[in-house]
């Protein structure tokens, strides 16, 4: 059987490690009905750190876009260290940095090689890419509201593009589909602090990893002893039977010295930072999420105990 261009695409960018499925730009206007639907909900709209993803659904005006493709890179866990009284702390850390944004060019550099000399075209796009890989059938769902991909595990990063090839032969889900592994296991809804997770529902506004990245205060009912994290929560991710198949470890992405990490406890503006530290800061994208960096810090280190000024 003669394979298609976009399965050629998706073929050639698993051979370097990705993950790719495709869709008919005909897809697109579900694709943002959709988000404008969960867009609508009080629990995302009273949401401040929520409400601030937007996206955009216009199509590329120098051609006409046939196809969507969605892209998974694997990453790897992070960890960021931080000295505090003579003593060192690490944390866990959202598994972003500055090395995604090359596997991203690099993405866009091995579809282009792929398509080009065809006379084809390519263009970044601004999607939401769960709801898209999902229904694309690149990712499966766990009951914590988490994707997942064999030998990725919920660790990975989407990205999306408009194209003019022909989508082939697609495979549309029209509905999300939930991992077959999941009905046999309740990990994760044993164990979640908040109890947000449940069987056939997910509460995103009792969820400890939204929080933590909310600029308001933390509600009452939140017991300290559950923070585990710099930014988010990975306890459900941590005992999910989908990760312990994967083999990345976690990986020390930056040390903070006993001076750097007391500025950043004394909520110093990231502007008087030193260079050394905005550019940590900046690297592991840290910099949009600042003002609760300290605050989350000083909720880490009075766990352990410590007291700080």
């Known amino acids: 059987m ?11 960018l698993e051979l370097s490690g990705y993950r790719a499925a495709n869709a008919s730009i005909d897809r697109l206007a579900t694709i943002e009905q959709e988000f404008r639907s969960i867009a609508n909900r009080d629990e995302w709209r009273k ?3 929520l409400s601030q993803h937007i996206f955009d659904f216009t199509l590329p005006q120098e051609y006409q876009a046939k196809s969507i ?17 003579g003593e060192y702390f690490s944390f ?28 084809y075209r390519l263009s970044e796009s601004n999607l939401p890419t769960k709801i898209l890989a999902s229904h694309c059938g ?23 593009y408009f194209s003019d090839i022909e989508p082939g032969n697609e495979k549309w889900l029209n509905n999300h589909s939930v ?3 999941c009905a046999g296991c309740s990990r994760c809804i044993d164990t979640c602090p908040t109890k947000c997770i449940e069987r056939s529902s997910f509460q995103v506004n009792r969820c400890l ?53 007391a500025a950043i406890l004394s909520g110093e503006p990231l502007e008087n930072l030193c260079s050394k530290t905005r550019e940590k800061l900046r690297y592991f994208t840290l910099e949009p999420l600042y ?19």
């Not at 090395?99 to 090689?113: C, G, L, R, V």
């Not at 690149?138 to 999306?160: E, P, Q, T």
């Open 92 to 119: 866990d850390a959202p598994p972003l940095s500055e090395d995604y944004e090359q596997d991203a060019a690099n993405i866009f550099s091995e579809i282009k090689k792929i398509i080009s000399p065809q006379g």
């Open 69 to 85: 493709l969605v892209v998974a890179a694997p990453v790897a866990p992070v960890n960021i260290g931080f000295v505090f009284g």
């Open 138 to 160: 690149l990712i499966s769902n766990g009951v914590n509201n988490i994707g997942y991909i064999d030998g990725m595990g919920s660790y990975f990063r989407l990205s999306a």
């Open 291 to 309: 003002p609760v960096v300290s605050r989350n810090l000083r909720l880490l280190f009075k766990k352990h105990g410590l007291t700080v000024n």
């Open 209 to 261: 990893s939204l929080l933590s990245k909310e600029p308001t205060d933390f509600p009452v009912w939140i017991n300290s002893k559950w923070h585990n994290a710099l930014i988010g929560c990975r306890i459900c991710q941590k005992v999910c039977p989908l990760n312990q198949e994967v083999s990345f470890k976690a990986s020390i992405g930056a040390d903070f010295d006993e001076t750097e990490t």
């Open 2 to 12: 003669i394979s298609t261009l976009a399965e050629k695409v998706t073929d050639e």
């Open 47 to 49: 949401s401040p750190h």
């Open 179 to 181: 991992n077959p592994k």
